[in-house]
């Protein structure tokens, strides 16, 4: 046989791993700790978006805000499901590889944790001075003495024939057990708050009340589980709104408490109580949370149309463009009209101001001089009873915003208009009245059956892992040996522990030697 011959046929040869091969494959890479450490980054690094992205589920006004202001990239957004980053598709994908890699590493470990804890400490070496801790003393000591005294330090003891074993630290391995337990358990009790739990949000304004219904909620995520019956029957009326700001200083119009006086009824025919909602101070009825997360102005209008009627008289939710003086952006849209729909874009100025150049604009967010300024009327077919869908903060869609009769626009805009003041639209076409101002509070509903079942999990993965961290797995073996002679080696089985193992072994070989009380 030639060299080469004889070099092909001790060369390795490719093996097929085949369907099980692979399987068995996947199913090691994926319940490998590497895996799960950087599917566990992933997830924080996929939980990013959700802070520096407004959510619809949280604040849905900086999301329609985002879509007047930059509508490319709002798209953009929602394609990637960034507005929505907790429910999104590849979220979900993170958060159930994490759960089955987890149930992967903890069979496993479980099965060898019970095998550790059945198992004997090993006998002792014969030559114990070769151990990294070494003592040895004269004295009467017995295998019997040395066991007992061993075992009062909590140690677990085998004896034999003048020897004794002894171990102790197996809370380490109950601790990272129990760390990835807990991990398992703030996932299921995620998983399990999102199949029976619901959030809505909606928008209250001042006089107005609030039942807990589906029907009632701007918008609303319920869970898999839940039905329109598992909604609590709670309702309450928001009596008042009131926010203190910051008067004088550098930080003058800074916010400084918001509080929403509420009339609350726990359920049908039981009595109202009050109770002042704050950002930090949630109400809570029979295990569902109301948040406070936003407020605004709503600046109440009467408009009057062309046939002397009333066709609309009510607040108006204007959404905020400028966070720091509180100016808004308000649409009032009229369809019940004579002879012809109506529509108004007009901005809010809580405390209004004019400027050199003949403009206004509010120089404080509180309501001090409120005005409401006066960017367009129109008349037309706004596209109400088109039976398309229609944002209540934008007057139409860009192709029929063209057909519209413009009855102000421009450079013949009125005056902004105060409290009690009036305009006349052209062509006898009606009146809008600014009547008076009222603000309103977005709120946040949230019903979680699993978010104490994740506390608790959460608590105990803080202990599991502190157990894991500060407890170290150590032995000790003592031989006696013939004339009274002593020998007490130590070694520690955790990696990098063993500086801090050399106190305790002293300490240990003082009872052994002398009987002493040990504390720790």
Not at 273 to 294: A, C, F, H, M, W
Not at 406 to 431: A, E, H, I, W, Y
Not at 445 to 455: C, F, V, Y
Request: proline content about 6%.
């Amino acid at each position: 046989m030639s060299v080469q011959e004889l070099a092909k046929e001790q060369a390795p040869k490719h093996v097929r791993l085949g369907l099980m091969g692979w399987l068995r494959w996947g199913w090691r890479t994926l319940t490998s700790m590497k895996t799960a450490l950087i599917l566990l980054f992933l997830l924080a690094l996929g939980s990013v978006p959700g802070s520096l992205v407004p959510q619809r589920g949280v604040d849905p006004d900086k999301v329609a805000l985002l879509y007047q202001q930059n509508p490319t990239l709002a798209e953009w957004y929602d394609r990637f499901q960034l507005f929505e980053v907790f429910s999104s598709t590849w979220y979900a994908a993170v958060y159930l590889l994490l759960f089955t890699s987890l149930i992967g590493c903890i069979i496993p470990r479980t099965v060898t944790y019970l095998r550790e804890l059945r198992r004997k400490p090993p006998a002792a070496p014969k030559n114990l001075s070769r151990l990294p801790h070494f003592a040895s003393f004269e004295g009467g000591l017995s295998v019997e003495e040395a066991a007992r005294r061993l075992r009062k330090l909590r140690f677990r003891v085998v004896t034999g024939d003048g020897w004794v074993s002894a171990e102790k630290g197996f809370l380490r391995e109950t601790g990272n057990l129990l760390f990835h337990v807990a991990l398992l358990g703030i996932l299921l009790s995620v998983g399990f708050g999102s199949l029976y739990g619901y959030r809505g949000n909606v928008l209250v304004v001042e006089g107005d009340g609030f039942a807990n219904t589906v029907a009632a909620y701007d918008r609303f995520i319920p869970g898999n589980q839940v039905s329109a019956e598992s909604l609590e029957p709670f309702s309450f009326q928001l009596a008042d709104f009131k926010v203190s700001y910051q008067l004088t200083g550098e930080k003058r119009g800074q916010a400084l408490d918001y509080t929403a006086h509420l009339k609350v009824d726990d359920h049908p025919g039981s009595p109202t109580r009050d109770y002042d909602l704050k950002v930090n101070s949630p109400l809570e009825v029979d295990g569902t949370q109301l948040y406070l997360i936003g407020n605004g102005y709503a600046p109440v209008f009467k408009v009057t149309d062309g046939k002397g009627q009333v066709a609309y008289e009510g607040p108006v939710a204007c959404l905020i463009e400028d966070k720091s003086t509180m100016t808004s952006g308000c649409v009032v849209k009229v369809p019940d009209a004579q002879p012809s729909q109506l529509g108004f874009l007009l901005r809010f100025l809580p405390t209004s101001v004019p400027l050199t150049d003949g403009t206004y604009a509010s120089a404080f967010p509180g309501e001090v001089n409120p005005q409401v300024e006066i960017l367009g009327a129109f008349s037309g077919d706004l596209g109400v009873n088109s039976g398309k869908p229609q944002s209540v903060y934008t007057l139409a869609e860009p192709e029929v915003l063209k057909k519209l009769k413009r009855l102000f626009m421009g450079s013949n805009t009125p005056k902004p208009l105060s409290v009690g003041q009036s305009v006349d639209l052209p062509g006898g076409l009606g009146k809008l009245e600014f009547t008076g101002v009222k603000e309103w509070i977005t709120l946040q509903t949230s019903h979680d059956p699993g978010r104490m079942p994740a506390l608790a999990a959460a608590g105990t993965a803080v202990i599991a892992i502190m157990l894991s961290l500060l407890i170290r797995r150590r032995r000790v073996f003592v031989r006696v040996k013939e004339g009274g002679a002593v020998d007490v080696g130590g070694l520690t089985r955790t990696e990098g522990s063993v500086a801090g193992f050399h106190e305790e072994f002293a300490d240990i070989v003082k009872v052994l030697s002398a009987g002493e009380k040990y504390v720790r």
